[in-house]
């Protein structure tokens, strides 16, 4: 093999997957149609599941130093609006989200509910546009060690039972497993003949930064009129427009002023003059998921797995989830100690929270038609939103800490297993998140108690086995975290040692064998 893994793709999804591959010591080849990285307006906001996935592998102060200077903007954003003049900016309401435009207030919020403990300095990042993620992880995957050849396409491939022939850049390469991370419009989905059921598009909508003139008529944030949606900031110059009467005519053309400037004036109502566009995009609600994410050696991630329209910032998330959930366990593939069918608990676990984002989504377009049962609904949903049970009950939903993975658990085993694992303050200073850098999985025993780290003998390559104390968690007795921050396995001190059996269960499940070792 030229290649254990060749990605189609250095989105996000694929640069992700390109560094959890390299920090398990796979041969990784990453290939991106476009020769730079794409400042197309896209993604503006990261969830938590995905601060907590980079976190645990040591980029949160770089993610602090993106949301800064996010935040920074905002603010330079809001002093123009207030006439800028020098004084000090008043900032709206903290800001949760929003659900179909209708804005969540994070005054609203219940921050006290269980649903939020356990992220961590995870929790504290959210605003990260794609870029300079995009950047971030594109660096991170060099450092690692990862060949990216950009301005190459995929033309086609064949795979057989050891392996795939892939066709880039007017030649070929030979690799274990193909990934194809290559966006809504997959070529490697199409060529390899994934199912891709789904729903048709009935919208236009165009993001962009454009210059304007006579801005300050249009409304703050979000805003449903008789005739669509639009939303200007939280950026200067930076507009979002949703019009239902259709998917566009050309979905490749050229985005151009006169087009946002048409979108814009029909939905706003106003005369804004659109003078310059910097960056821009169309958009629809095509909503459709592959049937499965493998087929023999070929997998799909991200978009090329699944795509729906953008509200909720739902899709980047959904992709890093996908590549943080498929990385470790197809180096475990690769390298040839993955316990027997680990590969396809990736369709298994991601396939569900795919299908729920494309049916939020959907919902949120619901809401947003300008015709009167909708208007009627939408409503009633905004005066539920402006309670504290609703806007918890969205932002838990939008914040992505709710997901679980609750075939992971058997009848009996605790409630933390299935779940992202909390991120311990362990006594003597570091977190839980510390011991994650390298990508391997962690064994945590807060007991310390011998029969836990017998357990682990034998899995010594693919476990770190760390004793700690956790004195805010001091029922704890120990925990079994994967590679990608999900708990395999929990135990409370008054449960061992009879939860010693289940671990070794649980080291089985997802590691494999454990080594011979010797006396």
Known sequence: MDYDVVVAGAGPVGLTLACELRLAGVDVLVVERLAEVDTTIKAGAINTPSAEAFYRRGLLPALAAIQQENLDRISGFMAQRQGGGGGPVKM??????????????????????????????????????????????????AELGAEVRRGVELTGFEADDEGVTVHVGGGAVRAGWLVGCDGGRSTVRKLAGFAFPGTDPSLTGHQAMVTMEGAEVLGKGWNRTPTGTYAHGPFPGRILTVEFDGPPADRDAPVTAAELQAALRHVSGTGVTVTAVHTATRFT???????????????????????????????????????????????????????????????????????????????????????????ALREVVAEFADTVAGTTFFTKKIAGVWQRYDSMAAPGDHPLVGGSAPDLELAGGGRLADHLHGGRALLLDLADAPAVRAAAEGYGDRVTVVTATSPARPELAGLLVRPDGFTAWAADAAALPAATGALGGALARWFGERAATTA
Do not use: C
Not at 311 to 323: E, H, I, P, R, S
Not at 325 to 348: F, H, I, M, Q
Not at 364 to 373: I, K
């Open 92 to 141: 709206p309401p903290k800001f949760a989200g929003h659900f179909a435009g209708i804005p969540l207030s994070g005054d609203l919020l219940d921050t006290g509910d269980p649903a939020f403990a356990g992220a961590g300095p995870a929790g504290e990042v959210g605003f990260i546009p794609q870029e300079p993620l995009e950047r971030l992880l594109g660096a991170r995957a």
């Open 285 to 375: 609600d095509n909503a459709r998921q592959a049937a499965a994410y493998r087929s023999g050696r070929v997998l799909l991630a991200g978009d090329a797995a699944h795509v729906h329209s953008p509200f909720g910032g739902q899709g980047l998330n959904l992709g890093v989830g996908d590549a943080m959930n498929l990385g470790w366990k197809l180096a475990a593939t690769v390298r040839g100690w993955a316990p027997e069918g680990l590969l396809d608990t990736y369709t298994a676990e991601r396939h569900p929270i795919g299908a729920w984002v494309l049916e939020w989504t959907r919902a949120q377009v619901a809401l947003m038609r300008p015709e009167s049962h909708a208007m």
